[in-house]
């Protein structure tokens, strides 16, 4: 075994030998060659280039780590995280927080066409706060929009307001809790190269100089940081008798609506009891008991009707038979028949004091007891007799204004007038109904909100009057929809009808900012 062992290393060593041999020879040929010319001119050959190295100082705009796509952070106003996602459930509520925007790179990135999916979903404050992006002096602002000229690994925060979802469902299957993520798309770019972010995908990536490689690329799906989750609840329409009630004929106690009948000359309204139901969504009659009429008569048209916040008293505007346009008193069970003249721009209140109100271009007049209409005057004389109401709060105060003047009168001081502090001289018909609250709807009233150009957008909310100081407090209903808010559920009407929704889970002005996980 041995010696075979010797002779094939042997053998190796001779074929070492005679390569090396080989080589040398071809040494020695090649350098005759160049020494002789190789029988040319004498001129050298251009040597074979070599493949050019990657630059690893450049950025590659179609890598997600060397260029990263922005970083959007939803925060509470304290700059903690929120967990999960936003509470937008809460009908008529609202949520207040911070979305924070970042340059993640080690270069300055210009941003602009900033779009959100849902706008009308965020409303954007100007403060004084350091990090606002409105009071960056990189925050560019002109008639072609927005563009954030973001420094290297710099960073701003929107303070933001998002309104609740209003969606609701025909279909009683698909009720319930919802999940919904809004894209924020931009548009990317600094010298030789960009991009634009829309949804999950960066698309129209391009390199033109001072990038690695040199081209374009359509689209790429990885890596976004661009989405803002929310959770909200479609609610069902009411499959009930009520659907197509006016808002009225919900009483503000929630225990009872009135049913409404106009047909073959006769009106006729019957208040029938009703529950909420939690299994269902929905508001149903009560069907054990049999429902009490209002009133009865001969009728040809109901312009407007009102009823107290339990349903015993009401005013109706309607055309009687033989009688002209008139208005009559109710009492449930009965009608006094008060006719008092043409209704003309006639206007019905109902107070939160339980006391029902009408005006005219006469004067102001409210309900009795007793069923007739007396002139406001009479309540004390310094009322004044021809106004605007506006509301009666819970303990009778009154929110009046004569010509271009709100005043607000305190019954408990003999209704006399102290001036509105602020934000009441706007004030608006009120679109929200509620047995605990009373609302303006005044674009004045508390701060105003923008869009990302900083210009003003229609404000949505509708803020608490405070009649006893004669000002609005900083509590707010989103209220672009007309809702209704008794003690046990909240109507809210639709193009389709009514949804109904339990007085849990309407918001009494509060702002929720904790998130939901």
């Not at 995280?81 to 927080?97: C, P, Q």
């Not at 990038?211 to 799906?221: E, F, V, W």
């Not at 102290?418 to 001289?425: D, E, G």
């Not at 005044?442 to 990302?452: C, M, T, V």
């Amino acid at each position: 075994m041995k010696a075979q062992f010797n002779n094939t290393t042997v053998k190796f060593k001779m074929k070492d030998i005679m390569k090396k041999r080989s080589l040398t020879m071809l040494a020695v040929i090649s350098t005759t060659i160049v020494a002789c010319g190789g029988g040319g001119d004498g001129s050298s050959p251009t040597p074979t280039p070599s493949p050019t190295p990657t630059p690893s100082n450049l950025p590659n705009v179609f890598s997600l780590s060397s260029v990263k796509d922005l970083q959007f952070d939803t925060l509470k106003l304290d700059n903690s995280a929120i967990v999960g996602n936003l509470n937008r459930t809460k009908v008529a509520g609202h949520v207040s927080y911070k979305i924070r925007i970042t340059n993640p790179n080690n270069f300055a990135l210009s941003v602009n066409k900033i779009k959100f999916e849902n706008e009308s979903g965020y409303l954007f404050v100007r403060n004084n706060e350091s990090d606002n992006c409105f009071n960056q002096s990189w925050y560019l602002q002109n008639s072609s929009g927005t563009t954030l000229a973001m420094p290297a690994l710099g960073s701003c925060s929107f303070y933001t307001v998002s309104p609740w979802i209003q969606s609701y469902t025909s279909d009683m299957s698909q009720i319930g809790a919802k999940y919904r993520q809004d894209f924020v798309d931009y548009a990317a770019n600094t010298t030789g190269f960009g991009f634009i972010r829309a949804g999950t995908y960066r698309t129209n990536m391009h390199c033109e100089s001072g990038c690695y490689p040199i081209g374009t690329q359509a689209i790429l799906s990885d890596g976004t940081n661009n989405a803002i989750n929310s959770k909200y609840y479609t609610w069902p329409i009411s499959r009930s008798i009520f659907k197509d009630y006016p808002q009225a004929s919900f009483i503000q106690n929630g225990n009872s609506v009135i049913n409404l009948y106009l047909s073959a000359g006769y009106i006729t309204m019957e208040k029938y009891p009703v529950a909420y139901d939690d299994s269902q969504l929905d508001l149903l009659p009560t069907t054990t008991v049999t429902p009490s009429t209002v009133y009865n008569g001969l009728a040809t048209s109901l312009n407007d009707f009102v009823f107290n916040s339990n349903g015993t008293q009401g005013l109706m505007a309607a055309q009687l038979s033989f009688q002209g346009a008139s208005i009559l008193s109710l009492g449930v069970g009965s009608a006094t028949g008060v006719y008092i003249g043409a209704i003309g721009s006639r206007i019905f209140l109902s107070g939160l004091n339980n006391i029902l109100y009408a005006q005219d271009n006469y004067g102001i007049q409210y309900l009795r007891s007793d069923g007739s209409l007396t002139w406001i005057t009479a309540l004390s004389a310094n009322l004044p007799q021809v106004g605007t109401l506006y509301g009666a709060d819970v303990d009778g105060n009154l929110i009046i204004k004569v010509g271009s003047t709100t005043n607000c009168y305190l019954k408990n001081a003999s209704y006399n007038s102290i001036p509105a502090l602020s934000n009441l001289s706007d004030i608006q018909t009120q679109n929200i109904y509620s047995s605990k609250y009373l609302y303006s709807k005044s674009p004045a009233a508390g701060e105003q909100f923008y869009n990302l150009d900083q210009q003003v957008v229609n404000n949505p909310f509708s803020y608490q009057v405070d009649a006893t100081v004669c000002q609005t407090i900083p509590l707010v209903l989103a209220a672009e929809s007309q809702i209704l808010i008794t003690e046990k559920y909240t109507a809210v009407a639709t193009s389709q009808g009514y949804f109904f929704v339990s007085s849990a889970n309407t918001s009494a002005g509060e702002n929720d900012d904790n998130g939901v996980n």
